[in-house]
């Protein structure tokens, strides 16, 4: 069987890649018109195709790899699981600490934690089951000297023989979804996982050096007690959450979040929490304050609330939602502040008046713990709105100390 990419590793697939990689148009050329386009000339079908697909897919793979995303190669489902490279970066960097020097990667998918390794100087070997995959990950991993790719199933690898041969770090990436061929389903059980979360973990066994990239969704109590869990985003959006065993984790067992923005990141650890499987602690709760501050998710999923808002001298504005309140919030990375300009009920007319009474050009709706659509109820106040005026405010539907309000507010750096 030969890989879907292999038209694009020699002629005349390699040169067409690379002359349209250069022409301005290819953004705007639709992938199917391409393809035909390509195959009216006489090129073979499988090569226009992938030419095409590759594009596209470079196209969406620069959300997670910025410019270094048109000199790779992807297929759909190696996109989709792929670490973005700025956490793949950070992953490096903490085995890098540990004293790494060769690290297996074991689920590579199109080797971005190997690309991320081998930067900072470590010897990797790549190691995936699926045939594109394993491709992916030779062509992007082609200008590390020390880099090695092989095709296979991890279960059959003999750990106890990479240990042997000096690797003294492992990094997997269990498959977490069926795949596009199955609707790419997310696989929410971890011992569904291919492999399961309990095989990999067990590896440590001969390689003590562990990290594991999971689901963020992942609770708290489906990991083992000795390992340190650490939630991470990027720009907002929550993308990961990876295990590390000991060797791997200075900040020892428990949890952290690690938010990145604007390529930096910022770590906040809870030292009380001595365990993934720790209680979250709570926070406490009361009236609306002057601020509102809406926290970063992987601080929401790494359970860190409470010492969130003793950071900031905060509190929740109900015990069951995560908005944080106080009468002097500082701006940080682990949450967005809003001034609060007034909170009303629910209810678009009431809402729309004070609106008006603003002067409120543009609006954005924010929702958490309502049952709303956020595009309708923005769409319902557009009439209460002045296109001429520059003037912008955010909604955020919300329930208070049980009761359903939108609190309308305006983003802190939006504030003269």
């Known amino acids: 069987m030969t890989s879907a990419l292999a038209p694009l590793f020699s002629s005349p697939g390699w040169e067409l890649l690379q002359a349209w990689e250069k022409r301005p148009e290819r953004r705007s050329t639709n992938p199917l018109a391409l393809a035909d386009a390509l195959r009216s000339t006489g090129l073979a079908p499988q090569v226009a195709s992938a030419v095409s697909a590759q594009l596209a ?11 270094l995303a048109r000199r790779m190669f992807f297929t759909r489902d190696t996109l989709e699981q792929a670490s973005r490279l700025a956490v793949a970066v950070r992953h490096a960097q903490r085995l890098r600490r540990a004293g790494t020097t060769f690290l297996a990667d074991l689920g590579c998918g199109l080797g971005t934690e190997s690309l991320a390794a081998g930067g900072l100087g470590m010897r990797v070997l790549a190691v995936d089951i699926d045939e594109d995959a394993a491709a992916a990950a030779a062509a992007n991993l082609r200008d590390l000297p020390d880099a090695e790719v092989m095709r296979g199933d991890v279960l059959d690898l003999d750990i106890q023989d990479l240990a ?16 596009s061929a199955r609707g790419g389903a997310r696989i929410n059980d971890p011992q569904q996982w291919a492999p399961p979360l309990s095989t990999v973990l067990s590896w440590a066994e001969a390689v003590p050096a562990l990290g594991v990239k999971v689901a963020p969704g992942i609770g708290h109590h489906a990991i083992r007690a000795d390992l340190h869990a650490q939630w991470t985003s990027v720009d907002g959006d929550l993308v990961e959450a990876a295990l590390w065993t000991p060797p791997l984790a200075p900040e020892g067992p428990g949890r952290s979040a690690q938010v990145i923005r604007d390529t930096v990141a910022h770590v906040i650890v809870d030292p009380t929490c001595t365990s993934p499987q ?54 940080g990375p682990f949450a967005d502040v809003f001034e609060v300009i007034d909170v009303v009920p629910l209810r678009t007319k009431v809402i729309g008046a004070t609106l008006r009474t603003l002067d409120v050009g543009h609006l954005e709706v924010k929702k958490r713990g309502a049952d709303i659509d956020p595009a309708a109820l923005r769409a319902g106040l557009r009439k209460y709105l002045d296109a001429d005026s520059p003037v912008g405010a955010v909604v955020l539907a919300t329930r208070i100390q049980g009761s359903h309000r939108a609190v309308v507010a305006r983003r802190v750096q939006d504030v003269d």
Request: glycine content about 12%.
């Open 57 to 67: 897919l470079r196209d969406a793979a620069e959300a997670k790899f910025g410019p």
């Open 164 to 179: 042997g041969r000096g690797v003294d770090a492992l990094f997997a990436d269990p498959a977490r979804r069926t795949g």
């Open 278 to 331: 720790a209680p979250v602690r709570p926070a406490p709760s009361g009236q609306v304050g002057a601020f509102l501050a809406e926290p970063d998710d992987a601080v929401i999923r790494a359970g860190l609330l409470a010492l969130l808002c003793e950071d900031l001298g905060a509190h929740l504005v109900d015990p069951r939602i995560a908005y944080l309140t106080g009468e002097d919030l500082a701006l």
